[in-house]
């Protein structure tokens, strides 16, 4: 496990699982992030002629193990943080092959088959706003769910004044393949924590967390397994955090 300190935060290169048993509890205020959506090889086979995909990291675990893993996080950030974790996930539709040994009888996994075990505060509708890949055979998803998991001990939808469904355009960059829009981390952001408060993303990714956790005076911990990606975050976060102490 490797660690990189910033004015702002810290970023560890290491498994969240790794990491996550060892932080403090409640030395967090809120999780935003968006784990893997364990989509396999058969993303790789779809997507092999797109370049923004190349790089792309292994999404392929048993799905019951996937979902095993899954609760044990919610379950170490429900520690870490003392108020909300946002989860973003999405449904999947498990008709291909790869999912023969172990389909469900509705031909869908859906993220709440392992969240139930947990206190949903909320369900907040992303809207990717007619962006996404176009399926031959099937209406095409333009939506995403965001749950907000344990009661915010802080909330306030004064100034921005939203309701559950987010219109919401997915970021469209070379540097990560399914970053998030800074528009949806600074949703979460500023109605549930407050300034000089810490946000947790154990899914870091391209460092979107990090970056607008510095824009609005807030700390982060970060956590990204995957070098590449890890070394993107370090950059990115170095170079806001030098226009930050300009300004």
Known sequence: ?????????????????EVLPKLQDSSCMIAITSPPYNLGSFLLEKQSKIKRFNNWYSDNMD????????????????RVCKSSIFYNHRIQYQWHSRFNHVRKKSNIS???????EFKVWCVIIWNRMMRGMPSPNRFNNQYELIYQINKPVFFDNKILKLSNIWNIAP?????HPCSFPPELVNNCIHSSSKEKQTIIDP??????????AIKTNRYFVGIEKDKQYFELCCDRISDEERQYTLF
């Not at 799905?63 to 429900?78: A, C, D, I, P």
């Not at 859906?110 to 139930?116: A, E, F, Q």
């Not at 899914?203 to 607008?212: D, E, F, K, L």
């Open 171 to 175: 970021t469209t960059n070379k540097i």
């Open 203 to 212: 899914y870091m990714g391209s460092g979107t967390t990090a970056i607008q």
């Open 63 to 78: 799905v019951n193990q996937y979902e095993r893993t899954q609760k044990l996080l919610l379950k170490q950030l429900s």
């Open 110 to 116: 859906h993220p709440y088959d392992w969240i139930n």
């Open 1 to 17: 496990m490797k660690s990189i300190k910033f004015d702002n935060g810290i970023m560890y290169h290491a498994d969240c699982m």
